[in-house]
């Protein structure tokens, strides 16, 4: 059998020499691969690291563009049954959609890093739509996705619309080229080799250009800056800057297994440490004290140098200068900036709690319905997917038990449509004082904090500041009043999230926020 076929695409049969037959399997086994890669990536589709990527769009991207790479491999090989009409709609529809929602994928790491930036300094949550009728409910849902496309930039609404603008350019030279069809205005019929040839081809060829040469160099720039420890933004350089059938493999190669990789240095990590931590508990059930001492210098001396969970927890709750380094570093670097947000903020409702239900004459019930609000507060933000702009991530079981706590009262806030009346008052939570931009520009649906009343901490000495701050008036507009608050609800509510959310940063950003300072050190020393 030749190896290659003298007449090699010349429409006459099908191809199956050596060359032909190198392509066909290669399609095949290249096929499996990816399938196999989209299965995977969508078992683990809520791992941090994969869920900031948006799977679906990674996987509806990876596999738009693995049929098109399929059908450049198998145009050899099938040759004759090569229609030409078949070929001008991938090539006009298909190859544009699958590169814009490369390109859509790919800015979400630009848009990532800018919402990390707004975490560092806003204190705001999504809205939901609201209204008593469903034409209402159905135009605040209007007005609310326009107001999340402006928040999210302009670079989805160029995709959509360059697809848009693609398939009705591409259906209208479809329609009128004799080339395509018998009743069409313009050119010729004629042979399937010629039919391929022409002014048809060039919006195909120019939008390849828009998403290659201008859309992809706009984001190289746009991401330069971006530093993060997943290598994220070298990933999408290299796929960027390569070449165009070796750039679509590698496309689909770095969306699946970018991700897959840092999940599996994560879950050696946690392997080893869960089996450190068995052998200490089995040793300490029979009452042997282990050779090595503690759990903190068995988990790090059996982690090959990793930093023990015993420094991150002195940083989160007594260092406030590391605190606030390894906050910008998670927000900037990691782009979990919201973990760290969610301990400071479940670590002070901690100590405000003893503060407020230990006051003399203070009404249990207030007090008690005060701290409710304050954990609303953080579920509303970080923990309810509908609401937070940046969801911690937590077990399933964990995250229906905040539910169950705080999901009624959140969708009373954020489907709230406060009164005109309404003060311009900021406060947000007992800790800070955001600004709220939305608030004074009059908006339907103002990202409000929920309390009106707060308590600063360390700012107030006296018992009786306190009591009058508690039992303050809610507002008249207060979506809260005459709520039951759950049996369950109390000081260890967050707990179990606490923890989830802490051996997180612990495995991988704390070790390398550490690891950049002593390296940072050893450099200035």
Same mark, same amino acid.
């Given at each position: 059998?030749?190896? %290659?076929?003298?007449?090699?695409?010349?429409?006459?049969? =099908?191809?199956? &020499?050596?060359?032909?037959?190198?392509?066909?399997?290669?399609?095949? =086994?290249?096929?499996?691969?990816?399938?196999?890669?989209?299965?995977?990536?969508?078992?683990?589709?809520?791992?941090?690291?994969?869920?900031?990527?948006?799977?679906?769009?990674?996987?509806?991207?990876?596999?738009?563009?693995?049929?098109?790479?399929? %059908?450049?491999?198998?145009? !050899?090989?099938?040759?004759?049954?090569?229609?030409?009409?078949?070929?001008?709609?991938?090539?006009?529809?298909?190859?544009?959609?699958? $590169?814009?929602?490369?390109?859509?994928?790919?800015?979400?790491?630009?848009?990532?890093?800018?919402?990390?930036? *707004?975490?560092?300094?806003?204190?705001?949550?999504?809205? %939901?739509?609201?209204?008593?009728?469903?034409?209402?409910?159905?135009?605040?849902?209007?007005?609310?996705?326009?107001?999340?496309?402006?928040?999210?930039?302009?670079?989805?609404?160029?995709?959509?619309?360059?697809?848009?603008?693609?398939?009705?350019?591409?259906?209208?030279?479809? +329609?009128?080229?004799?080339?395509?069809?018998?009743?069409?205005?313009?050119?010729?019929?004629?042979?399937?080799?010629?039919?391929?040839?022409?002014?048809?081809?060039?919006?195909?060829?120019?939008?390849?250009?828009?998403?290659? !040469?201008?859309?992809?160099?706009?984001?190289?720039?746009?991401?330069?800056?971006?530093?993060?420890?997943?290598?994220?933004?070298?990933?999408?350089?290299?796929?960027?800057?390569?070449?165009?059938?070796?750039?679509?493999?590698?496309?689909?190669?770095?969306?699946?297994?970018?991700?897959?990789?840092?999940?599996?240095?994560?879950?050696?990590?946690? $392997?080893?440490?869960?089996?450190?931590?068995?052998?200490?508990?089995?040793?300490?059930?029979?009452?042997?004290?282990?050779?090595?001492?503690?759990?903190?210098?068995?988990?790090?001396?059996?982690?090959?140098?990793?930093?023990?969970?015993?420094?991150?927890?002195?940083?989160?709750?007594?260092?406030?200068? &590391?605190?606030?380094?390894?906050?910008?570093?998670?927000?900037?670097?990691?782009?979990?900036?919201?973990?760290?947000?969610?301990?400071?903020?479940?670590?002070?409702?901690?100590?405000?709690?003893?503060?407020?239900?230990?006051?003399?004459?203070?009404?249990?019930?207030?007090?008690?319905? *005060?701290?409710?609000?304050?954990?609303?507060?953080?579920?509303?933000?970080?923990?309810?997917?509908?609401?937070?702009?940046?969801?911690?991530?937590?077990?399933?079981?964990?995250?229906?038990?905040?539910?169950?706590?705080?999901?009624?009262?959140?969708?009373?806030?954020?489907?709230?449509?406060?009164?005109?009346?309404?003060?311009?008052?900021?406060?947000?939570?007992?800790?800070? =004082?955001?600004?709220?931009?939305?608030?004074?520009?009059?908006?339907? *649906?103002?990202?409000?904090? +929920?309390?009106? *009343?707060?308590?600063?901490?360390?700012?107030?000495?006296?018992?009786?500041?306190?009591?009058?701050?508690?039992?303050?008036?809610?507002?008249?507009?207060?979506? %809260?009043?005459?709520?039951? +608050?759950?049996?369950?609800?109390?000081?260890?509510?967050?707990?179990?999230?606490?923890?989830?959310?802490?051996?997180?940063?612990?495995?991988?950003?704390?070790?390398?926020?550490?690891?950049?300072?002593?390296?940072?050190?050893?450099?200035?020393?």
């Amino acid at each position: 059998m030749p190896f %290659l076929n003298p007449g090699g695409h010349n429409f006459i049969g =099908v191809n199956t &020499d050596g060359w032909g037959i190198v392509q066909l399997v290669f399609a095949i =086994v290249f096929t499996i691969i990816v399938l196999v890669l989209s299965i995977v990536l969508w078992m683990y589709r809520n791992e941090p690291v994969i869920r900031m990527r948006k799977a679906p769009l990674a996987i509806a991207a990876a596999l738009t563009l693995h049929v098109y790479t399929t %059908l450049v491999l198998l145009v !050899y090989p099938i040759n004759q049954y090569w229609p030409c009409n078949a070929e001008f709609w991938i090539m006009s529809i298909y190859l544009p959609i699958g $590169i814009g929602l490369f390109q859509a994928q790919n800015q979400l790491l630009l848009r990532t890093s800018r919402g990390q930036q *707004h975490l560092l300094t806003q204190d705001i949550y999504r809205p %939901l739509p609201g209204g008593k009728t469903k034409s209402q409910y159905y135009w605040n849902a209007f007005k609310l996705w326009c107001q999340t496309a402006r928040e999210g930039g302009y670079f989805e609404g160029f995709v959509a619309a360059g697809i848009i603008v693609q398939f009705f350019v591409s259906l209208v030279i479809y +329609i009128i080229s004799r080339k395509f069809n018998a009743y069409g205005i313009v050119s010729h019929a004629t042979t399937e080799p010629l039919c391929r040839r022409g002014w048809e081809w060039a919006p195909s060829i120019i939008w390849q250009a828009v998403w290659n !040469y201008i859309a992809g160099p706009y984001l190289l720039w746009k991401i330069r800056m971006i530093n993060d420890i997943y290598n994220w933004r070298l990933q999408t350089t290299i796929a960027l800057v390569l070449g165009f059938l070796p750039a679509l493999i590698a496309w689909e190669l770095i969306m699946l297994c970018g991700p897959l990789v840092t999940i599996y240095k994560n879950r050696k990590a946690a $392997i080893n440490n869960s089996r450190i931590l068995a052998e200490f508990r089995k040793k300490k059930s029979k009452g042997v004290n282990p050779a090595n001492g503690s759990l903190t210098t068995l988990v790090t001396q059996g982690s090959s140098g990793r930093h023990s969970m015993k420094s991150l927890e002195s940083c989160l709750n007594a260092n406030a200068e &590391d605190f606030v380094a390894f906050h910008k570093f998670c927000a900037n670097k990691a782009l979990n900036g919201e973990n760290v947000l969610f301990l400071e903020k479940t670590i002070k409702f901690k100590n405000e709690w003893t503060r407020v239900l230990t006051v003399p004459d203070c009404s249990l019930e207030k007090a008690r319905m *005060h701290m409710y609000r304050n954990a609303v507060d953080i579920y509303l933000k970080l923990v309810n997917e509908p609401t937070a702009a940046y969801p911690i991530n937590v077990e399933g079981k964990i995250y229906l038990t905040l539910k169950s706590l705080f999901g009624t009262a959140a969708t009373l806030i954020a489907t709230r449509r406060p009164s005109a009346a309404r003060s311009n008052s900021n406060a947000a939570t007992p800790w800070d =004082v955001p600004a709220d931009p939305l608030e004074a520009s009059g908006n339907d *649906h103002p990202l409000r904090p +929920i309390l009106t *009343h707060s308590i600063s901490m360390g700012k107030t000495n006296s018992t009786t500041e306190l009591v009058t701050e508690v039992e303050a008036e809610a507002d008249l507009d207060d979506p %809260l009043t005459g709520i039951a +608050i759950p049996a369950k609800f109390d000081q260890a509510c967050f707990d179990e999230a606490m923890a989830s959310v802490k051996n997180m940063l612990w495995q991988q950003p704390w070790q390398d926020f550490m690891n950049s300072r002593r390296e940072s050190t050893a450099s200035t020393s």
